[in-house]
């Protein structure tokens, strides 16, 4: 079968990200050599004046409690409370996909790659602020995450594009079978769910 259009755009698409993820790498570059810091064994070190710097712009928790709006203070409990869920949800991902991926023959997804807490160790932060990024960072990646694990199993057990088009489909969608194809997802299933290719499970896997 000969390439369609939405394969001819999705293969300019993965050019344009390799393009977009290369300026991204630049503009960190350029972002540590401004800001002074750097990568040792995966950790941020500023030079010494930045810190001081950093410390010096560092608003104190009691200030920072007293500015704070009554509804904020009210509203932790909500906020942090979600951790519960959040712990639970982690920890059912990863069970699940270390026992039933292993059964399937679905590449693993790599957790670590999806978690990059680091915004804790900036010094301009006081602990409240640390907590919260902390915390933020945790919840959007584990997102990031789940959306990974949910969206394999998901091109495992039923790739079948939808009638209508969701908000935001996940990288594997454009692959799966068109809605009402019944001959297409009979006969080309078994071996469509056995087609992982290196860029579905490229660097997220589990090594």
């Known amino acids: 079968m000969g390439k369609t259009a939405l394969d001819e755009i999705l293969v300019r698409l993965r050019a344009t990200q390799r393009e977009l993820d290369q300026e991204f790498d630049r503009l960190l570059a350029d972002s540590r050599e401004q800001f002074r810091y750097s990568l040792q064994r995966g950790k941020v070190v500023f030079e010494q004046g930045m810190r001081l710097w950093h410390r ?38 990863t069970l699940y996909q270390h026992v039933c991926f292993r059964i399937y023959r679905i590449p693993r997804v790599r957790r670590g790659a999806y978690f990059r807490l680091d915004r804790h160790r900036l010094a301009y932060l006081n602990g409240i602020e640390k907590l919260n990024c902390l915390y933020c960072g945790y919840a959007n990646q584990l997102m990031e995450y789940a959306r990974e694990v949910v969206a394999r199993t998901e091109r495992y057990w039923c790739p079948i594009k939808h009638a209508q088009r969701t908000v935001d489909p996940h990288r594997y969608t454009a692959h799966f079978f068109e809605y009402g194809d019944a001959q297409s997802y009979r006969h080309e299933f078994q071996r469509f769910r056995r087609s992982w290719s290196p860029e579905d499970a490229s660097k997220h896997d589990q090594s």
């Open 56 to 93: 010096q712009q560092r608003t104190g928790v009691w200030r920072y409690l007293r500015q704070a709006p009554v509804a904020y203070l009210l509203s932790a409990p909500f906020i942090y409370g979600m951790i519960v869920p959040l712990l639970l949800l982690d920890a059912a991902l």
